[in-house]
């Protein structure tokens, strides 16, 4: 049995039955010749379902999960006389109970953005009160009073070391307020995951802790973050709304650059209104420029899974397209094995079947769309396990700037591939 946050897994059908059947539960057989359990529920099933938990089985194929109800074997025990040596086959309903396809991805849509808003709102709460240095210690955190902020900051730091910074202008920077993503994950056009958040070399009033705590004026980011948590100013996306103040930040534009990409990919779909896309990082800390993470260690994965990668998958649910891009190489089946595949052959040769002559192609490659013209960009695309939902990722040689008009032939045809 694993518990995470309001989910309790369990590996096979036996062991949630154990855990639902009390192991002093019997049948009884009355003197008018109907029978009754007695005992039935344990009190750990009956506390957690009161609290409202839901139960997980890992497996495909569970009974359990079809029949909505565990069975086992329990004594037999006649009206007036105690137990006798006969048992016989009980069934007991059971509730809460979410299906299971490989992996967490369809357990409970909103209780997984839920923990991911309040992780990020812990995470910058704990920031704030840790004086937002680049040297936060672990006596900062220990004087943190809220458990959860203190966990929250602290697999932070555990994921900043992971993180690759052997040049200047790769160093992550604590002296800013992380952005980790904006958008709601719950609602949204589309999804869109980068490296990182650029900047954070210089003090800006915007995001710096030591400008905050000296500056009056209420338009920055890290008052707003702070008075009314980080999601209470990202959920909305103002940066994208002309008429908030805070889209004069320095990195409204660039997303306001991004939205216009990320609409035509939604319009190629056929939806004519697009809503607000989700963005989101795969680290939340600025740095001038991104090197790499390193993802050999077990625990930096489940971190990146649980932070980065399910909440991810569970956005593109909720959104109004089947697919998510992210931009990058280092965007690659390492990072995702677990949860994708390569897009089957036929995809590829459906849009290659259709590609102009203005698009030269390098023909070494079967499982991706790599071009030397009009200019060096890859294309990769990645299927969901269990999904018809989709992840496209591109790059080109030195960077992982926004594709230009140049190819939007082409990933108008990616999308009507994967429609």
């Known amino acids: 049995m694993k518990i995470k946050g309001n989910i309790i897994y369990f590996e096979s059908d036996d062991e949630f039955t154990d855990f639902c059947i009390a192991p002093n539960a019997t049948i009884e057989y009355r003197k008018d010749g109907s029978s009754r359990i007695l005992n039935c529920y344990?009190?750990?099933?009956?506390?957690?379902?009161?609290?409202?938990?839901?139960?997980?089985?890992?497996?495909?194929n569970s009974k359990v999960y079809k029949r909505g109800c565990v069975s086992k074997h329990v004594p037999i025990r006649y009206e007036g006389q105690s137990c006798s040596n006969r048992s016989t086959l009980v069934q007991l309903k059971v509730q809460n109970l979410e299906s299971y396809f490989g992996s967490e991805?369809?357990?409970?849509?909103?209780?997984?953005?839920?923990?991911?808003?309040?992780?990020?709102?812990?995470?910058?709460?704990?920031?704030?009160?840790?004086?937002?240095?680049?040297s936060i210690t672990q006596t900062d955190i220990q004087k943190l009073s809220n458990t959860d902020q203190r966990n929250a900051i602290q697999e932070q730091l555990v994921y900043k070391n992971a993180v690759k910074q052997s040049r200047k202008e790769t160093k992550l920077n604590f002296d800013h307020m992380p952005e980790p993503y904006w958008g709601n994950p719950k609602d949204c056009s589309i999804v869109i995951l980068d490296f990182n958040p650029a900047g954070g070399s210089k003090p800006s009033k915007w995001t710096s802790i030591g400008l905050f705590r000296n500056y009056?004026?209420?338009?920055?980011?890290?008052?707003?973050?702070?008075?009314?948590?980080?999601?209470?100013?990202?959920?909305?996306?103002?940066?994208?709304?002309?008429?908030?103040?805070?889209s004069n930040y320095n990195g409204a534009d660039w997303w306001k650059k991004k939205e216009v990409w990320l609409n035509e990919l939604v319009h190629y779909k056929g939806i004519s209104k697009p809503k607000i896309p989700f963005g989101m990082e795969l680290c939340g800390w600025h740095s001038e420029k991104w090197?790499?993470?390193?993802?050999?260690?077990?625990?930096?994965?489940?971190?990146?899974?649980?932070?980065?990668?399910?909440?991810?998958?569970?956005?593109?649910d909720n959104s109004q397209v089947n697919f998510a891009v992210c931009l990058g190489a280092a965007f690659d089946e390492n990072l995702f094995c677990k949860y994708v595949d390569n897009v089957s052959d036929a995809v590829y040769k459906k849009i290659k079947s259709k590609l102009s002559v203005n698009y030269k192609r390098d023909k070494n490659f079967n499982d991706r769309l790599v071009f030397t013209s009009p200019s060096h960009r890859t294309y990769r695309i990645f299927q969901i396990k269990g999904t018809n939902n989709y992840l496209i990722n591109t790059y080109y040689r030195g960077g992982n700037r926004t594709p230009g008009k140049v190819w939007?032939?082409?990933?108008?045809?990616?999308?009507?591939?994967l429609s």
Do not use: H
């Not at 909103?110 to 680049?134: E, K, M, P």
């Not at 338009?219 to 008429?243: I, V």
């Open 42 to 60: 344990s009190d750990l099933y009956k506390e957690n379902v009161k609290q409202g938990n839901s139960f997980v089985i890992r497996d495909e």
């Open 105 to 134: 991805l369809y357990i409970q849509n909103t209780l997984l953005t839920d923990l991911f808003i309040d992780y990020w709102d812990n995470v910058v709460s704990a920031w704030f009160q840790c004086a937002g240095s680049n």
């Open 216 to 246: 009056n004026s209420k338009d920055s980011l890290t008052y707003c973050a702070n008075k009314n948590k980080y999601s209470g100013m990202a959920l909305s996306f103002p940066l994208l709304n002309n008429n908030s103040w805070i």
């Open 291 to 316: 090197e790499g993470i390193d993802i050999s260690s077990q625990k930096i994965c489940s971190i990146i899974e649980d932070r980065v990668i399910l909440p991810l998958l569970y956005a593109i």
């Open 408 to 417: 939007k032939v082409l990933e108008k045809l990616i999308i009507e591939a």
